[in-house]
């Protein structure tokens, strides 16, 4: 299953078959490298560098500094996620057939800034009588142009582009399909900025959205509550003798009354029990979401870790990576966008 919207190709040749996954934009930059063989995938490299900050749409052109990829990650190709706060993504009902596309207003769909060019991509995802669930993305055109300057000439070239949250999408649905079956689920990526949430049906993403609750969130409402500095706030989280559990919960609310909202709109519509919760990302403080996410949805979360998709090589992981696995799904999901183009 492949979810590529807002995959925007570079080339037309044949599908590769060794990618590097890019998740810019982020507190860091995730890197995977992954290789194909039929229809067997490898996960050969992974890595973590400092973070490449999103230019913002005001002022001049950005020149970013080029990434310097070790031996390792230096794949033929590369599939780069950008996190942007000013990316769209939206799963849209509209009427079926092709020629009703041709005559869509992704601009006012997707609800983008005017004066602002983007680049759209958008995938047909399902047909149900009448009507088409179409996976749509935007992604402002300088942050574009800014995320593929990341690489230097020669190798990686460039094969792909796409907002995170689309990228994402990729690594939950093979985990789905890999795992869970046609268990009806929520995945759930805690970012840095913005938080991810798609509801699968029967393998199938049903509902997608995001939520400015973040990482960030808890980190900056623990720094105002016990006067801390940032690199100081994980060590509250994970101290048992320090409570922070009151303005976790205040800082946590709207996400968890939007994951109600998703929870019942896809049981509504599709007559199911969500059966699973799955986290990943920057779960700073996991105890506290897991137990928030508990008390208010009656489940237990699963921590997933999106590097465990794959099988991988002896020493694909640098000690960087280590304890940090579970904030790989969006440069995975990218990889898998490309690498499983003709599925």
Known sequence: MSLSAGKFSFAKKRIPT????????????????????GDAYTLVG??????????????????????????????????????SPQACIRLLSVPA???????????????????????????????EGREQSVLASALPEKQARWAVGLLSQGLPAPRSLQASGSAVLNCFARELMAHHGDVPAIFVQVGTD????????????????????????????????????EELVPGVLEDYLIDASQPIATAID???????????FVERKRSCRIE???????????????THI????????????????LPCTPDALTERVKG????????????LAVLGADK
């Open 254 to 264: 709207p996400f968890l009354r939007q994951l109600v909202l998703v929870r019942e």
């Open 324 to 335: 940090m696995e579970s904030r790989f799904a969006t440069a995975m999901g990218a990889a």
């Open 194 to 229: 913005v938080t991810d949430m798609a509801a699968f049906f029967k393998g199938k993403l049903v509902h997608y959205r995001t939520c400015t609750v973040s990482s960030q969130s808890i980190i900056k409402v623990v720094q105002e509550r016990f006067g801390i500095e």
């Open 18 to 37: 060794d990618v590097v996954g890019l998740d810019v934009g982020g507190a860091t930059t995730r890197i995977v490298r992954v290789k194909r063989s």
């Open 276 to 290: 699973k919760i799955i986290l990943c990302g920057a779960l700073l403080g996991t105890k506290h979401w897991n």
């Open 97 to 127: 057939g092709a020629e009703s596309l041709q005559g869509l207003n992704f601009n006012e769909l997707l609800g983008l800034l005017e004066g602002v060019e983007y680049r759209i991509g958008y995938e047909v995802l399902a047909t």
């Open 46 to 83: 992974a890595d973590i560098l400092p973070r490449q900050a999103v230019p913002s749409l005001e002022g001049a052109e950005a020149h970013p500094q080029q990434l310097q990829l070790s031996k390792v990650l230096r794949a033929p190709y590369a599939a780069v996620a950008v996190s």
């Open 294 to 309: 508990n008390r208010t949805i009656g489940l237990t979360p699963e921590i997933w870790n999106p590097l465990a998709t």
